[in-house]
């Protein structure tokens, strides 16, 4: 199978029905990416598909084929991952860090879609990703932090 | 060229005395622990500068910690300490984690381990210390080199200066290396402190927003197989038989062995071990095991609560103090078991030679994991290396006395002969036992005219969690697990009340129970700050006004108190369907007010902001502190609102983050966290904040709905 990850065409063997997250992280070797949960309830395993923040656990890699897959590793190299990962340092957002790969992840595809969201966007777009760390208020004000920086 | 020595030849045999378990362990609790801290503090040797940092010649400073990082910042707050003495260069420190050596024990538990809130305080003198030290030795290297006494040096930034002349740390490292260790140092004053007490941001920020940051999780070396077990499907189930023809087809198993705990499938990669676990057929012998049915537990506990258990605290006569009341308060609570669920799910890579066992993982206990995977091994404890990486999250779940998944890891290498990595699925991590004990308590509290406690009699009921451990000697006392009634026996209320009375039952389960942020605590504090409230409330006293002034002899509750009360503007109205709900607590060697703000609208809380003042003591990190209190109000908030473990049948109800349900980012409210200024003895902060949580908002909601939630998760009990 053929998967085109963070600008790279990668050749993996996998079968059909691996899920996105396993191609990322065992096969590809791309450990940014993490698991959590196995389905799609708390969001550490989210990556992009063409632009889209996408629970890679439950993302059968076939259906990555021919899209492009972008995974916490590329964002430092992207202008609105920067923004997020700039904001979430100096709002010194991570506690545990586990589930932060999966927020920035999802806060990104927010910001690209949406530069300013308010509060009740936010919520909506990042209460799939669970922190049980508890760092939800400071992700609330990093995103809105990174808006402002990009605007 | 560093100073450091070879970091294994740390581990020394003599730590570990005949039984090849712990010698030297004591963990007594909350302050009397602190005091015999304090005690031992005076005849402990310095510590060896060299075990807690590295000087290289690029001036890179490297901390060595020996707590795990979790979430909590000790990768941040220790080397803060370290730095303060050192005159260290921020920018140039780097931290790793120690190795389990006996060097690394907790100054005051004895053994290596990360828990109870006691990092920062515990370490406050050694890495203060350790920094001293090096920096004396620095001074005399400089003082060498120059030829020039050390009264005429002063230290910066990492450097030595002698008027215009300046050697770096990294340039003087190799010949501080040689020189011999000073016998004392003197610590600088609070004065002089520039790390100390300044909000500083967190060391392991970068690499855990780019994905570079290691967790367990993480390891892969060539050779390593991913390992899943088959568990049994009730607690205290045996295994009877197993056909893995079906597994072994499965592309990418490499083989099945049975383990203790059930059966592990190797594979190449996680996929392939899941799908090959999922085609094990399983016979389980569950016959003798425990059918247990949440609702008849509840019954269970309820009657036994209706009878004194063991006492663990007792004055007066209750009987004639409840005949003396104006009114009576009896009340039972619930509290369920919970999972700590921590975001990473469980994992433990093992490499077995003849060399030793090697294992990598996130774990809080590296002591009573060595020795357990020494013990599968049949080899010295020295001879098992832990690599400790990230934590991520552990609240408890990651300090198993039990060793659980470090012990099964190692089975399942051992049985395969194999280099394995087992990790657990997210159901395997709710299904996996080792939960914060369900608790049922009972009261009956006399009260006169002003609210005051004539008569307390309280009895709990739950499991013990020290029972069966290395620590059930030091822990229970006379039949009492002083965890399980931690909050209630030594409770300020309680001691001040004429006649009282407090006991406890301990059941005993086949569910495997275990610490769970903040312990005791976490179930106590709903409890008694609830009945304070419903004292309150019978007197028709002000919550605030009540808790005032039963604790006027506790100038730290009252300063948080009164701190949180006058943040949240206590008495002033707020807007239109919002009510206010207050609790305070001590814990850990803090103190901790909580006041919530609430709504509840055709069933549905919804919690605004919340309140938090706590004084810890001196802090070190105020960052730090307020994060954590932030963790606090997420976790007890996800708690007193959503989580439950609960039994049908002997199974666990719930199986991943759909039906155990912990708080999200859409019901966080703002929190804000107010720090009382203070020099006291350092308590805790990563537990601290959470008992009074959940009381704060169920009393918000009596406010609110004239409703008394007496057990959790409030769920939908206002619908």
Avoid at chain 1, 13 to 20: F, Q
Avoid at chain 2, 63 to 85: F, K, N
Avoid at chain 2, 683 to 708: D, S, Y
Wanted: net charge neutral; charged share 20%.
């Amino acid at each position: 199978m053929q998967l085109s990850i963070n600008g790279k065409m990668t050749e993996l063997d996998i079968p059909e029905d691996m899920p996105l997250l396993w191609a990322i992280r065992d096969i590809a070797g791309l450990n940014g990416t993490k698991f959590g949960c196995g389905m799609a309830q708390c969001g550490a395993c989210t990556v992009h598909l063409d632009g889209q923040a996408v629970r890679a656990c439950m993302t059968p890699a076939s259906v990555a084929v021919g899209k492009k897959i972008t995974t916490i590793e590329a964002m430092q190299d992207d202008r609105v991952g920067q923004a997020i990962q700039a904001a979430w340092q100096s709002i010194d957002v991570v506690q545990c860090g586990y589930c932060q790969s999966g927020q920035i992840m999802s806060a990104t595809a927010l910001l690209k879609q949406n530069p300013n969201p308010n509060d009740a966007e936010i919520d909506a777009a990042m209460s799939g990703n669970i922190c049980r760390c508890g760092t939800y208020q400071r992700i609330r004000s990093a995103i809105h932090s990174a808006a402002k920086s990009l605007a | 060229m560093t100073i450091n020595i070879a970091r294994r030849g740390f581990i020394k045999s003599s730590v570990w005395g005949a039984t090849g378990l712990i010698v030297a362990f004591s963990i007594p609790l909350g302050t009397r622990f602190m005091q015999v801290a304090a005690a031992a503090e005076a005849d402990k040797p310095l510590p060896a500068p060299n075990a807690f940092l590295r000087i290289s010649k690029d001036n890179t400073i490297t901390v060595i910690l020996a707590h795990s990082e979790m979430g909590q910042g000790v990768w941040t707050t220790l080397p803060m300490l370290l730095a303060d003495e050192l005159d260290a260069d921020w920018k140039t420190i780097q931290v790793e984690h120690a190795p389990a050596a006996p060097t690394y024990i907790h100054t005051a538990y004895g053994i290596q381990i990360t828990g109870g809130s006691t990092s920062t305080w515990s370490e406050f003198d050694r890495y203060r210390q350790a920094g001293a030290l090096a920096r004396a030795l620095l001074l005399q290297a400089a003082a060498n080199t120059w030829q020039v006494p050390v009264s005429a040096l002063r230290t910066e930034n990492g450097h030595v200066l002698h008027g215009k002349q300046s050697l770096s740390y990294g340039q003087l490292a190799e010949a501080a290396a040689g020189l011999p260790t000073p016998k004392q140092v003197t610590l600088k004053t609070p004065a002089q402190w520039k790390f100390i007490g300044k909000a500083t941001r967190r060391l392991d920020s970068a690499e855990k927003i780019n994905g570079t940051a290691q967790f367990g999780q993480d390891i892969q070396f060539a050779g390593l197989k991913t390992a899943m077990v088959a568990r049994a499907p009730v607690f205290g189930a045996s295994l009877k038989s197993v056909d893995d023809r079906a597994a072994l087809k499965v592309k990418g198993v490499i083989k099945v062995v049975k383990v203790p705990t059930g059966v592990a499938v190797i594979a190449e990669h996680y996929w392939a071990a899941k799908q090959g676990r999922e085609a094990l057929i399983l016979d389980w012998n569950i016959a003798d095991a425990d059918k247990i049915e949440s609702a008849t537990l509840v019954q269970q506990y309820q009657q036994l609560a209706a009878t004194r258990g063991v006492v663990a605290a007792n004055a007066g006569d209750t009987t004639t103090g409840l005949t003396q009341a104006k009114h009576t308060i009896s009340a039972e609570y619930v509290l369920p078991y919970l999972s700590h669920a921590p975001m990473e799910p469980l994992n433990c890579a093992v490499k077995i030679t003849d060399a030793g066992c090697e294992i990598w993982t996130g774990t809080q206990m590296q002591t009573t994991d060595q020795a357990a995977a020494a013990k599968i091994c049949g080899i010295a404890p020295e001879k098992v290396t832990i690599h400790t990486q990230f934590l991520g999250g552990g609240f408890g779940r990651r300090a198993n006395p039990r060793a659980d998944f470090v012990s099964e890891a190692v089975q399942v290498a051992l049985a395969a002969n194999l280099p394995v990595k087992t990790v657990w699925s997210r159901e395997d991590d709710i299904h996996g036992g080792f939960y914060r004990p369900m608790f049922v308590h009972r009261a009956e509290i006399g009260i006169d005219s002003n609210g005051h406690p004539l008569a307390w009699q309280h009895t709990l009921v739950g499991q013990s969690i020290m029972k069966g451990t290395p620590f059930e000697a030091f822990m229970i006392k006379e039949g009492v697990d002083a965890t399980s009634v931690e909050g209630v026996a030594d409770s300020p209320y309680v001691k001040a009340t004429a006649h009282h009375h407090v006991s406890l039952h301990s059941v005993e389960s086949k569910v495997p129970v275990l610490w769970w942020r903040s312990v005791g605590h976490s179930h106590s504090a709903f409890v008694m700050e609830s009945l304070i409230d419903e004292m309150a409330h019978a007197s028709k006293q002000d919550p605030l006004a009540l808790r005032r002034r039963l604790l006027k002899d506790h100038p730290r509750h009252l300063a948080t108190l009164n701190l949180a009360a006058e943040k949240a503007q206590w008495g002033k109205p707020l807007p239109a369907g919002v009510f206010r709900g207050i609790a305070v607590h001590e814990s850990f060697g803090s103190y901790v007010t909580q006041i919530a703000e609430v709504s509840v609208n055709q069933g549905e809380v919804k919690v605004h902001r919340m309140i938090t003042a706590i004084d810890c003591g001196l802090v070190v990190n105020p960052e730090g502190v307020r994060s954590q209190m932030e963790s606090c109000v997420s976790f007890g908030l996800g708690a007193a609102l959503k989580s439950e473990i609960s039994f049908k049948q002997g199974r666990v109800e719930q199986s991943n983050f759909h039906n155990y349900q912990v708080l999200r980012l859409n019901e966080m409210p703002i929190v804000e966290v107010h720090l009382v200024p203070s020099t006291a003895k350092l308590g805790g902060v990563g537990e601290p904040g959470l008992p009074p949580v959940a009381p704060a908002v169920t009393n918000a909601i009596f406010a609110a709905t004239g409703k008394r939630i007496r057990s959790l998760p409030i769920g939908e009990q206002l619908a």
